[in-house]
């Protein structure tokens, strides 16, 4: 298993991009969301914390003996 330092992002629902920045404290987080909410009013803004992730990075292949590709096999 593979461990990570914990990070927090800035997340507007109603924003057209989605969060990159990653802040190494929910301190600087906190702090962000507050600039960001001074600078559009009205705006929602919420500090997510990440808790756990998960990625798949393998893949089987399976190679078929047999046939040819210039076939067509219908």
Do not use: N, Y
């Not at 989605?18 to 600039?35: F, G, M, V």
């Not at 990625?55 to 210039?70: C, I, L």
């Amino acid at each position: 298993m593979q461990t990570e330092k914990t990070f927090w992002l800035v997340w507007s629902p109603t924003g057209a991009r989605p969060p990159k920045h990653r802040h190494l404290s929910e301190q600087s987080a906190i702090t962000e969301a507050e600039r960001l909410a001074r600078a559009h009013r009205g705006q929602l803004f919420v500090v997510l914390e990440a808790t756990a992730a998960r990625r798949v990075d393998d893949m089987q292949r399976t190679a078929f003996a047999g046939g040819s590709r210039d076939e067509i096999p219908f």
